[in-house]
């Protein structure tokens, strides 16, 4: 029953630990634009730091969080087309970038 106790705690913190690892990087993230057509950008998507390097995802990163990413861009970040993204950033008095 001891053994089975420590696998429990052991579980728990190993996914707590890969919870908080994803949602710190996905705090430090970013909209970017991985479809651009000769007008410009098409759309943007929610891009946690370190998945993506000028615009070229990190497979490996990519892989070992898709579930949480999968649940953030889903849920939270959704994608956003050009215009509402530049109207979010007019909205706060920024340049768009």
């Given amino acids: 029953m001891k053994y089975l106790r420590d696998f429990v ?3 728990s913190m190993l ?4 919870v908080a690892s994803y949602l710190t990087l996905s705090f430090c993230g970013r909209y970017e634009a991985p479809w651009h057509g000769a007008e410009g950008p098409k759309w943007y998507e929610w891009t946690p730091a370190g998945l993506s390097v000028d615009l070229r995802y990190g497979q490996a990163m990519r892989n070992f969080y898709y579930p949480l990413y999968w649940l953030d861009d889903s849920y939270w ?21």
Avoid: C, F, K
């Avoid at 996914?15 to 890969?18: C, F, G, I, K, M």
């Fill in 9 to 11: 705690i052991a579980a």
């Fill in 15 to 18: 996914a707590l630990a890969y």
């Fill in 77 to 97: 970040h959704v994608g956003m087309h050009p215009a509402t993204y530049e109207r979010n950033y007019e909205a706060l008095g920024q340049p768009t970038p």
